[in-house]
């Protein structure tokens, strides 16, 4: 049973970049999905998440109106189209899995699953 995110990296200010958050071991459409990032020296915090039953999806105000979080074409994905990035994005960001949430999530879980992280870095 694994979590992985993946599709982190450079990208200048201003620019996009698109994580994806991948389940293996079980399915991921019974889970609601929260992204969490850490900028460096400073606490995790819950940035977004997609409820499991009816893909309601709930947005921190930092990333509100930018960041887009979707499940995927394929299975087991879900997806997060970070636009209009600033140096503020930068930090690791970590997918988590929080069982049931039918039909509202928040950062506040219990998430059963932590993928790794991915670096995003914003910078010129």
């Known amino acids: 049973v694994q979590l992985q995110a993946s599709g982190g990296g450079l990208v200048q200010p201003g620019g996009s970049l698109i994580l994806s958050c991948t389940a293996s071991?079980?399915?991921?459409?019974?889970?609601?999905i929260a992204w969490f990032r850490q900028a460096p020296g400073q606490e995790r915090e819950w940035a977004l998440c997609?409820?499991?039953?009816?893909?309601?999806?709930h947005y921190a105000d930092s990333v509100k109106g930018r960041f887009t979080i979707s499940r995927g074409n394929a299975k087991n994905t879900v997806n997060l189209q970070m636009n209009n990035l600033t140096t503020e994005d930068t930090g690791v960001y970590y997918c988590?899995?929080?069982?049931?949430?039918?039909?509202?999530?928040?950062?506040?879980?219990?998430?059963?699953?932590w993928g790794q992280g991915t670096l995003v870095t914003v910078s010129s």
């Open positions: 988590a899995a929080e069982r049931g949430a039918f039909y509202y999530c928040s950062g506040d879980g219990p998430h059963e699953f």
């Open positions: 071991g079980f399915k991921l459409e019974h889970y609601a």
């Open positions: 997609i409820s499991s039953m009816t893909d309601s999806t």
